[in-house]
Each structure stands twice: as C-alpha cells, then as structure tokens.
C-alpha cells in the first residue's frame, strides 16, 4: 500500500497551523485551531483507508482483495459529527464571552495566579503518615515497636485524671 505524498504534507501542515491557533489566547483561533485538528485527522483517517476499491458489497465473483474497507469512512463520518458538536458547543462559548464581557482573549483569573505563586508544600497532602492506617488498634509485637510514636493510630492518653488533683 502506497500512501499519498500530497495528503500527509497537507495533514502535517493542518496539524502544525491546528496546534499553533490552539495555543493562542483568542477563542476565535481557538476554535479555528480546533477545526484545523479535526479536518487534519480526518485526512489521516482518510489515507490509513488506502486505495479506493469496490464497493464493500459481497458477491461470490469479486476478488476480496478488490474490496474497499468501510471502516475508515465511518470513523471519518464520526469525526465530522464530533468536530460539529466541538465548534457549536465553542461558538455558544465565545457568543456568551462576547455578550458578557466584549471580549474574545482570555483573560488571566486572579485566583489562578494566586494558586500558582503558592508553594507546592500541602500540609495536608504532605503529612506524615504513620505505619498503620486501619481503624483497628494494632498491638506491637516487639519492644522497639512500642516506643515508636507512630507504631499505632490510637492517641497517648495522659495518666492525669480529670478533675482531681495529682
């Protein structure tokens, strides 16, 4: 099978301008960029069908080899569905953007900057965990385990009683 030179240099060059809009801060390139993506997948789907062939009906005297597979060109009608539904639901994004604020670049949110200034450290996240997480008290077997704080979950309890003195 021989692929078409023509067909992967106008795929590489749809992906390459797809990815280069996509990355900009305007939703209108945005969505340019996407529809860029979705016709350069469609072309690669395309070509990975290989030649043109009969029409994928049986019949005891057609060569099978002779036979074009159908499967690409369903999978190519699924991806101009996807695309479609991707560009009404980016259009109804960029209508509500215009109507709200007049403006189609993508501002930056004030709180996204705050949580990317802060540092990486989560006191909760990063906690030390200790040896045993069940619920159930675990009784330590030996005498090192004993005097290790974090040999069980159960808190140390003081000998003190409430109320009283000692």
Not at 43 to 59: E, K, M, R, V
Not at 70 to 97: E, K
Request: hydrophobic share 45%; proline share 5%.
């Amino acid at each position: 099978m021989s692929i078409n030179l023509t067909l992967l240099i106008v795929m590489g060059v749809l992906y390459a301008c797809g990815i280069y809009l996509i990355l900009e801060r305007s939703l209108t390139r945005v969505l340019l960029g996407l529809m860029l993506l979705a016709n350069a997948t469609n072309i690669l789907i395309l070509s990975t069908g290989g030649y043109a062939g009969l029409a994928p009906f049986f019949t005891k005297e057609t060569d099978p080899h002779s036979y074009s597979d159908p499967l690409p060109q369903a999978l190519i009608l699924t991806s101009i569905v996807i695309s479609f539904a991707v560009t009404a639901f980016m259009l109804g994004i960029i209508y509500r953007t215009w109507v709200l604020a007049r403006q189609d670049e993508i501002q930056d949110d004030l709180e996204d900057v705050r949580v990317a200034k802060t540092p990486s450290f989560d006191a909760e996240d990063d906690a030390i965990v200790p040896l045993e997480t069940s619920e159930f008290a675990v009784t330590p077997s030996s005498t090192s385990d004993r005097n290790h704080p974090e040999a069980t979950e159960t808190p140390n309890t003081s000998s003190t009683q409430e109320g009283g003195s000692a």
